[in-house]
């Protein structure tokens, strides 16, 4: 059984950073594709972004430059690095693995 288990949400100024991590149980981490979402509340739950098997990068045009999405195959772990935060990026993340399995998500909030 696959579960999935954000961390490193928190709460940050604009323009901060935060990093979150998803780790993975179960052996076909590497083989999957792995992606962040984020809901806020109101919203659906949209793409931020995600990282092939092989590595290949995909990012909402929202957070393009800003944050950069990551992968360390033999930690069964999924990593994203956000800078320059606004408020218009709080929401709640969440992990994916392929297209079936979501973590419970870890909550980002972007305030003064």
């Known amino acids: 059984q696959v579960q999935l288990v954000e961390s490193g949400g928190g709460l940050v100024q604009p323009g901060g950073s935060l990093r979150l991590s998803c780790t993975a149980s179960?052996?076909?981490?590497?083989?999957?594709?792995m992606g962040w979402y984020r809901q806020a509340p109101g919203n659906q739950r949209e793409l931020v972004a995600s990282i092939s098997s092989g590595g290949r990068t995909n990012y909402a045009d929202s957070v393009a430059g800003r944050f950069t999405i990551s992968r360390d195959n033999a930690a069964s772990a999924v990593y994203l690095q956000m800078n320059i935060l606004k408020p218009e990026d709080t929401a709640v993340y969440y992990c994916?693995?392929?297209?079936?399995?979501w973590g419970k998500g870890t909550l980002v909030t972007v305030s003064s």
């Open positions: 994916k693995m392929g297209s079936v399995f």
């Open positions: 179960g052996r076909i981490f590497s083989a999957s594709t």
